[in-house]
């Protein structure tokens, strides 16, 4: 029997260039000492680019862990033949999660003591010794143990012989802010927090603590790991952000004209009447919405690219429609190609100038188009 080819369908694609991963992966490593490990961020769908697929190429190019958010992204990544180390971000809470990470080999974020205790069992019954991370909370006042805290709480952890605390990790709240006092200020307390680790005994090999922007602008924040989320896949940790390094997009989403329509001056355009025409305006209806991943919130301020051309968005972003103008462009007709993110012609639409017009980060934006469509790679 033949084989069953899927069609799409729809008339939009999100296309995820492979190689721009690689490329990205390249340029992360020229920021970091010859010594230093990458773990490769892949939680969330590895932002919305596709879990294995990503996952695959980083490892086949020699990323030295992943990171991912939950057990059941580990647990794909392991039923899809990756043994690789993986740890869990967000660490596990009960008994059937610690017997599926012992059994797994997967490394999990602690960060209170209930859960070490639960895992420390887990593993001594079935006469294993678990790797894991202790998250320490620097100054994002979110997970982890206060660095304060830091000395009883290892002691405590050091009395759980089947763990193996390969290192300590922590999180940079603003790393991309020009202000840099508050920064340094949990870099200082990390470091201090893998003093206090080291006197005890603990070797505390796989340290980290530098997210994108950590990497791109901190090099003291390199602590034996570093954690590339965004960068990776082309994006920048906030708009405005300067990269010392070039960077690709690796999504691109593009979709088709439906309808050509000609407004007199004066018409009221989508929900709500927001946009008047001013004067008469040659309008493009275009086929993907905010239910197809665009904000709602680039009404009226963003743009699509049209024949290579930047084409204003009029109106209110609808759920599977969106308007454009397209007055004065010649040669264009229903069913041509528009894209909304990624290049047409010499112009380009990066996820960054998505989320400027959003007030957003390019995370949301590439982890909401590319989780509510169907994606195609390119190797």
Known sequence: MDDVQWVNHSPNRVTIDLSAVVHNLGQVRKLLRKQTKIMGVVKSDAYGHGLLPVSRILVNHGIDCLGVAHLHEAAELRDNGIQAPIILLCGIRTKAEACEVVDRNLIPTLFDLEAAEILARESAGMGKRTAVHLKVDTGMGRLGISHGEIEPFLKKIQGFHNL??????????????????????????FARAIQVGRSMGLEL????????????????????????GIMLYGGLPSPGFISPVSLKGAMRFHGRILQIRHLPDGTPVSYGRTYYTRGPRCVAIVSAGYGDGLPRSISNRGSALVNGTRAPLLGTVCMNLTLCDITGLEGVRAGDEVVFLGSQGGETIRADDIALWAESISYEVLCSIGQRNRKEYLQ
Request: aromatic share 8%; charged share 20%; proline share 6%.
């Open 205 to 228: 090999p796989w340290n980290n603590l530098a997210n994108s922007a950590g990497i791109m602008t901190y090099d003291e924040a390199q602590f034996g790991l570093v954690r590339p």
């Open 164 to 189: 193996l605390v390969e290192g300590l990790m922590s999180h940079l709240s603003s790393a991309d802010d020009p202000e840099r006092e508050f920064t340094e200020h949990q870099i200082r307390n």
